[in-house]
């Protein structure tokens, strides 16, 4: 209504607090509108600088969704069969179940993938490398795969800040990326400060970005 979005409790949040904001407030300090200001486009996979759709996150909201500290996060938490783990992934919004899509498609590539598949983890409050903002980890709708094969911003660019122009590498497939989207999941591949073992359930991003595209 008008600008607050009106939650089930009755409470409210404001949808756009009417500030400009640079790169690193917007990070830090985002509105519910925040969250769309980069649609996540599934059709570039060189990011320009800055293009981080899905990095900002209103805690406020995740909280509300998923859980305002880590006692009331794990109430939502079931397991989910990953190949050789159990991994605790959150079950609201039906994230927990689209992980388990996305394993049971990932089982049929050729035998050659599995091993981006192992030592993966998902639920852990805690912040994001070098912030204080709240990892989407915290809220048990992340997975990050085998680090043996993936890459960091901060790992291939020591020394370097969020602000600083950044050396991009990634050495995920793009098989594997396609059917976590597939599913409502973005990935950290995509991103300027690439992450590229994470993948973050946000199917609203998802649909955002393609209602965009389709007006």
């Not at 030592?119 to 409050?125: D, I, L, P, V």
């Not at 094969?149 to 969020?162: A, H, I, T």
Request: aromatic share 14%; no cysteine.
């Amino acid at each position: 209504e008008s600008n607050p979005l009106l939650l089930a409790d009755g409470s409210a949040l404001p949808y756009d607090d009417q500030k400009g904001k640079g790169f690193i407030e917007r990070m830090d300090k985002p509105d519910v509108e925040d969250m769309f200001s980069q649609p996540y486009d599934t059709s570039v996979w060189l990011p320009t600088r800055n293009y981080d759709p899905g990095r900002v996150r209103n805690e406020e909201l995740l909280k509300y969704m998923y859980g305002k500290n880590e006692a009331e996060a794990r109430k939502g938490l079931v397991r989910v069969k990953w190949f050789k783990q159990q991994l605790l992934f959150s079950s609201v919004n039906g994230a927990a179940d689209s992980l388990k899509a996305v394993a049971k498609e990932l089982a049929q590539l050729p035998a050659s993938y599995q091993k981006y598949f192992d030592n993966a983890s998902t639920f852990y409050w805690r912040t994001v490398r070098g912030s204080n903002r709240l990892s989407a980890h915290s809220f048990g709708i992340a997975i990050d795969i085998n680090t043996k094969f993936s890459d960091y911003w901060r790992w291939k660019n020591p020394g370097k800040g969020e602000e600083d122009s950044l050396k991009y590498t990634n050495r995920i497939p793009k098989e594997i990326i396609q059917i976590f989207e597939k599913h409502g999941f973005i990935s950290g591949a995509r991103w300027y400060h690439f992450d590229t073992m994470h993948f973050e359930f946000r199917p609203d991003l998802l649909q955002a970005s393609r209602n965009q595209t389709n007006n």
